[in-house]
Every structure is written in C-alpha cells, then in structure tokens.
C-alpha cells in the first residue's frame, strides 16, 4: 500500500489560485502514474488530473483544463495540483492516489472557493 498525505488546501476567494500538495510513501513512487480526484457535497469522486511517471505526460478532465496544473517530484515522493481561476464549483474535497489503482484513499483536502 502506499500511504498518502494531501495538503494545501483552503478557502479562496473565485479567480484565485492554491497549490495542493499530495505526498507518497514508498520507494515505488517513480514509477507510479499518480492521479487527483475530488469529491464534492452529494456527488461522487471524480477525475481532475493524472500525471505519467516521469511527469512528461499528463492529462486533465475538460472541467478543469486549462486552469489546473499537475506536476511531480520523484526525488520527493511528491506530486502537485497547481489550481489557477477558480470557481464555485471547484469546491470539493481533493485527493490523489495511485491512478487506476485500488489503493487506500487518504484524508484529502479541503477547497472551497467563494463568489
């Protein structure tokens, strides 16, 4: 299992910008494709964005291109969502993982951007 720890989330106002931070244990995380997700009040967790081993790749749900970038740190067990013009409806609960695979959720973290 790979243990992981979200961080940076907060309370923004719309247009603003946070940087979440997601950080993995285990030697193997250079190898994993990692993804974020988020989750919102009443609906179900939902892909935002996911990033290729070597961070040459990644990928975004249309919702959030163009606003959000995914980014890693291999030599830090680390991957990153850098989330610029945000709206209302980006309020959720955001969490990363191991894309594509059944490892535990960790606790997530807030964001909750006001009108």
């Known amino acids: 299992q790979v243990q992981l720890v979200e961080s940076g989330g907060g309370l923004v106002q719309a247009g603003g910008s946070l940087r979440l931070s997601c950080a993995a244990s285990?030697?193997?995380?250079?190898?994993?494709?990692m993804g974020w997700f988020r989750q919102a009040p009443g609906k179900e967790r939902e892909f935002v964005a996911r990033i290729s081993w070597s961070g040459g790749i990644a990928y975004y749900a249309d919702s959030v291109k163009g606003r959000f970038t995914v980014s890693r740190d291999n030599a830090k067990n680390t991957v990153y969502l850098q989330m610029s013009s945000l709206k209302p409806e980006d309020t959720a609960v955001y969490y990363c993982?191991?894309?594509?695979?059944?490892?535990?959720w960790g606790q997530g973290t807030q964001v909750t951007v006001s009108s």
């Open positions: 993982n191991v894309y594509g695979s059944h490892n535990p």
């Open positions: 285990g030697r193997a995380f250079s190898t994993y494709v």
